[in-house]
């Protein structure tokens, strides 16, 4: 079955610790993105990716890095500068780029740095 | 600033009633409109999108689009206890999908 698969589903980290996030798509989708949600808050893109070896940063990069080196995989890496990395990360993927195309989602990975 | 404004409840309705859910909007230009699904520690599922003015129906779902006067809005008929989630709006205000703005979500409980 086609979809997107992130790992691991939880995540515990000590502060200070970089951390990557999994996330690989088989629905031969172009454009992938990272996006985190806190509690009673909307989701906020962290990068999005719409062709291999190339990304753009959203509205909260800070403290994040990414790869797209296969149009498959998008890796999120939650580094130490992030002041506040708990919270529940999300991976999407659209056909395309545009406007028009809905994104799907992973089904996340819950993130607790203490 | 690019804001999508949707109530964030909880909206009670009793089963089998008709379900409003609200969204506005801040850019006047905004292209596309996506309404999510998503159940208390899940992920988004994508509902339905609409692009033009006016309904769109998609089985107990209808969205509705009036970009006059910023609004976009979904009803649930027939709610069932099941529809019971958090309902996210999403707005894309142009260029590709990292322009896509997600409101904070409306909590629906569908009482039995």
């Known amino acids: 079955d086609g979809g997107i698969t992130q790992s691991p589903k939880y995540l515990f980290r000590k502060e200070g610790q970089n951390v990557t996030l999994s996330c690989e798509q088989n629905l031969n989708h172009d454009a992938m993105y990272w996006y985190r949600q806190d509690p009673g808050q909307g989701l906020r893109l962290i990068y999005y990716?719409?062709?291999?070896?190339?990304?753009q940063k959203g509205d909260i990069a800070e403290g994040y890095s990414v790869s797209r080196e296969k149009k498959e995989s998008f890796p999120l890496t939650v580094t130490s500068a992030q002041k506040n990395p708990t919270a529940f990360y999300l991976c999407a993927s659209s056909t395309g780029t545009g406007v028009f195309s809905p994104l799907h989602f992973g089904n996340g990975t819950r993130l607790t740095v203490t | 600033q690019k804001e999508v404004e949707q109530n964030s409840g909880p909206l009670s309705v009793p089963e089998g009633a008709i379900a409003s859910l609200n969204c506005t909007y801040s850019?006047?230009?905004?292209?596309?409109f996506f309404w999510y699904r998503q159940y208390s520690g899940k992920s988004p599922e994508l509902i339905m999108f609409i692009y033009s003015n006016g309904d769109k129906e998609d089985g107990r779902f209808t969205a509705q689009l009036n970009k006059a006067s910023q609004y976009v809005s979904l009803l649930i008929r027939d709610s069932q206890p099941s529809d019971s989630a958090t309902y996210l709006c999403a707005v894309n205000y142009g260029g590709s999908q990292g322009n896509l703005i997600f409101g904070k979500g409306t909590k629906l409980s569908v009482k039995p």
């Open positions: 990716s719409q062709i291999v070896n190339d990304f």
């Open positions: 850019d006047r230009g905004s292209q596309s």
